[in-house]
C-alpha cells in the first residue's frame, strides 16, 4: 500500500529495483514469493514451512537447503490504477506477461544472507543497480552481524534502506519490542539520535542459527578431549 501510495504521488519511475537483504533464515525469498506470485486476485501464502520461497529458488541446493545461494529477480506490475497484475487469471503469469501489461513495475532482487554467500550478495547490490533495500530482520533473532555488515554496504553505496520486520506472528510482545529497541539502537547514528544508543534487551539469539559456519574447536581442547 505504501509503494502503492508513493506511485500515486507523483514518482516518474516505471521501473524500480528493490535489492533484499538480511540475514539467513529471515524470510527474504518468502517476503518476494508472496509478493510477486499468486492467482485469482490473491498473492500466494506461506505453509510456514517454506513452501513459498520454492517459487524464487534457482538451484537445486537451494531447495534442499531452504538457503538462497544466488541472484534471483522477481518482478510485481501494478495497471494505471494500481492494481496488482500477478495475481490476475487462474494460473501465474510470466514476467513478460507483467511487464508488458504494467504501467510501473518493481523488481525485487532477492540475495542470500548466509556468510558464504556474502560476495554474491555484494554483487547483487552493487551491480544491479538497486533503487532500495530491503533489509530483512527476523524477529525472532533480531539484529545479527550479517544484519549490520549488510546495512552497512547499503549506507556506503548511499542506497536508502527500509527495515522490514519478518516472522513478527511468531514473537511475543515482549520479544517484539526488543527487537524494536534493538533497530533504533541500530539506527540512531544514521539518524543523528546519540541518546538512543544504549544496551539493548537480551533477545533469543541463542535459539537462532548462527551467521557463520561453526568454528572448529581450538587444538589444545581437541587434545584434551581426546585424552
Keep these: ?24 533464515d529471515s524470510g527474504k525469498s518468502t517476503l518476494v514469493a508472496v509478493l510477486t506470485h499468486g492467482s485469482d486476485g490473491r ?3 506461506d505453509n510456514c514451512r517454506g513452501s513459498a520461497r520454492m517459487a524464487v529458488f534457482r538451484h537445486k541446493h537451494e531447495i534442499e ?3 538462497t545461494s544466488s541472484i534471483s529477480q522477481q518482478v510485481l506490475g501494478y495497471d494505471e490504477e494500481g492494481r496488482v497484475l500477478n495475481y490476475v487469471g487462474v494460473s501465474a ?33 552493487t551491480c544491479t543497480l538497486p533503487d532500495y533495500v530491503l533489509l530483512c530482520i527476523d524477529a525472532m533473532c533480531g539484529v545479527t552481524r550479517i544484519t549490520r555488515e ?7 553505496l548511499e542506497v536508502p534502506t527500509a527495515l522490514v520486520i519478518t ?11 526488543s527487537v ?27 535459539s537462532c542459527q548462527e551467521d557463520r559456519e561453526t568454528p572448529p574447536p581450538p587444538a589444545s581442547t581437541a587434545a584434551a578431549a581426546a585424552g
Design 1 to 24: 500500500m505504501h509503494i502503492k501510495a508513493d506511485a500515486e504521488e507523483g514518482m516518474s519511475a516505471t521501473d524500480l529495483r528493490v535489492a533484499v537483504a538480511g540475514n539467513m
Design 43 to 45: 498473492p500466494l501464502l
Design 65 to 67: 537447503s531452504g538457503r
Design 93 to 125: 503469469p510470466t514476467p513478460a506477461d507483467i511487464t508488458g501489461a504494467a504501467s510501473r513495475v518493481l523488481t525485487f532482487i532477492d540475495m542470500g544472507g548466509h556468510e558464504k554467500y556474502l560476495k554474491t550478495t555484494l554483487y547483487g547490490m
Design 150 to 156: 549488510h546495512l552497512a554496504v547499503a549506507v556506503a
Design 167 to 177: 516472522k513478527a506472528d511468531a514473537a511475543d510482545a515482549r520479544q517484539l519490542q
Design 180 to 206: 524494536l529497541q534493538q533497530l533504533r539502537q541500530l539506527m540512531a547514528p544514521l539518524l543523528g539520535n546519540p541518546q538512543q544508543q544504549q544496551p539493548a534487551t537480551p533477545t533469543r539469539q541463542a
